[in-house]
């Protein structure tokens, strides 16, 4: 007797069970997860219990299926948004599971875009014959809305909150960098400027930079920064040629590349003391993402990733990519478990542990 009641009671534990699963599993006609569902730390049920199941491989992993331009982490740092060659927004794990596939909200002429690191939101810039198109993207609930033909060079604050840029006339060649919400409005004019192609970085709260990103390898350009109300103009590089800068997450410091003698030089510099180095590899600074640790950057020089100790300049091959590379793009995740990249077009994941 005590035997035929313990086995039904673990009948009923076990039908249970599988119901229970079967609601979070299968529940809805659609199980993919809502754009809502991968917002920050708002995972769902159903993205927990895959998760757990499923162990990255310790090898390259394509995400796209289509040609990618542009893409952003999602802020929960366990996903990735990006526009395919058709306008299509898809959201996919990091181990290239597709999560979420929108319908075509954009021209399938994408040429590249920014995005917020805690808000699900970007920016992104079309090209057709009609010129250069901007539109505010919110990916939470699929608002578009265009941005004044004058916005360039545009980049997130730290919080994700608001932008700056460069706003330029053409017609009269004059421009200011500026401030504003995320979709432009509310702008406040920091500075005055004439610079065409400035790349405007927003470091931390109270820190701006800006330089001429010139592809003039005769061209000498110099690096500036000011506080959040256009006030305290200093410079913090100058006379260099084909310039590129990358801050890192702290703002703090920066890994900066010039030309010399037709070869690109990286160095570190840390901006409070002018601590400078040279990091002894032949790239460019955009070739290179910072991590989270504010110490070490990963760099793509030669069909290899190396990851590089700006303190010590310790160097370490990471991967080694097979045939042709155009590679462009590099982040680490927040969760310092993956490398992306765009190469030829095409969006990869590589794990880091």
């Given at each position: 007797m005590i035997q035929k009641v313990v086995l039904i009671t673990v009948i009923v534990i076990l039908v249970g069970t599988l119901t229970l699963l079967a609601v979070f599993y299968f529940g809805g006609n659609d199980t993919k997860q809502t754009i809502k569902d991968l917002a920050g730390d708002q995972v769902s049920l159903i993205s927990r219990f895959t998760d757990t199941i499923k162990e990255p491989g310790k090898t390259l992993t394509r995400i796209s299926s289509d040609g990618v331009s542009t893409y952003g982490i999602v802020p929960n740092g366990r996903k990735v948004a990006f526009f395919d060659s058709n306008g299509i927004f898809k959201i996919a794990d990091l181990i290239g599971n597709l999560d979420y596939e929108g319908e075509s909200t954009l021209a399938n002429n994408i040429r590249d875009g920014v995005?917020?690191?805690?808000?699900?939101?970007?920016?992104?810039?079309?090209?057709?014959?009609?010129?250069?198109?901007?539109?505010?993207?919110?990916?939470?609930?699929?608002?578009?809305?265009?941005?004044n033909d004058g916005i360039q060079d545009i980049v997130f604050s730290r919080d994700?909150?608001?932008?700056?840029?460069?706003?330029?006339?053409?017609?009269?060649?004059?421009?200011?960098?500026?401030?504003?919400?995320?979709?432009?409005?509310?702008?406040?004019?920091?500075?005055?400027?004439?610079?065409?192609?400035?790349?405007?970085?927003?470091?931390?709260?109270?820190?701006?930079?800006?330089?001429?990103?010139?592809?003039?390898?005769?061209?000498?350009?110099?690096?500036?920064?000011?506080?959040?109300?256009?006030?305290?103009?200093?410079?913090?590089?100058?006379?260099?040629?084909?310039?590129?800068?990358?801050?890192?997450?702290?703002?703090?410091?920066?890994?900066y590349?010039?030309?010399?003698?037709?070869?690109?030089?990286?160095?570190?510099?840390?901006?409070?003391?002018?601590?400078?180095?040279?990091?002894?590899?032949?790239?460019?600074?955009?070739?290179?993402?910072?991590?989270?640790?504010?110490?070490?950057?990963?760099?793509?020089?030669?069909?290899?990733?190396?990851?590089?100790?700006?303190?010590?300049?310790?160097?370490?091959?990471?991967?080694?990519?097979h045939g042709e590379a155009d590679v462009k793009n590099l982040t680490i995740t927040p969760t310092e478990d993956y490398l992306l990249f765009i190469n030829n077009g095409q969006l990869y994941s590589l794990p880091l542990r």
């Open positions: 995005w917020s690191l805690t808000e699900m939101k970007a920016i992104i810039t079309t090209v057709s014959s009609d010129g250069v198109r901007r539109v505010f993207y919110d990916y939470r609930n699929g608002e578009v809305d265009s941005i994700g909150k608001r932008i700056a840029y460069n706003f330029f006339d053409e017609a009269t060649y004059e421009g200011n960098i500026s401030i504003s919400k995320a979709d432009g409005s509310a702008y406040v004019m920091l500075l005055k400027t004439r610079l065409l192609d400035a790349q405007v970085d927003w470091p931390k709260d109270d820190l701006i930079t800006f330089y001429k990103r010139s592809s003039n390898p005769k061209e000498r350009v110099e690096l500036f920064k000011m506080n959040n109300k256009g006030e305290e103009l200093e410079k913090i590089l100058t006379d260099k040629l084909l310039l590129r800068v990358l801050w890192a997450p702290d703002g703090k410091s920066l890994i590349s010039e030309n010399t003698d037709d070869q690109n030089h990286l160095y570190y510099k840390f901006i409070e003391s002018g601590e400078e180095r040279d990091l002894d590899i032949n790239v460019m600074a955009d070739q290179c993402a910072w991590s989270k640790t504010n110490i070490d950057i990963i760099c793509f020089d030669n069909n290899r990733f190396y990851k590089i100790n700006v303190l010590d300049n310790s160097k370490k091959e990471v991967y080694k990519l």
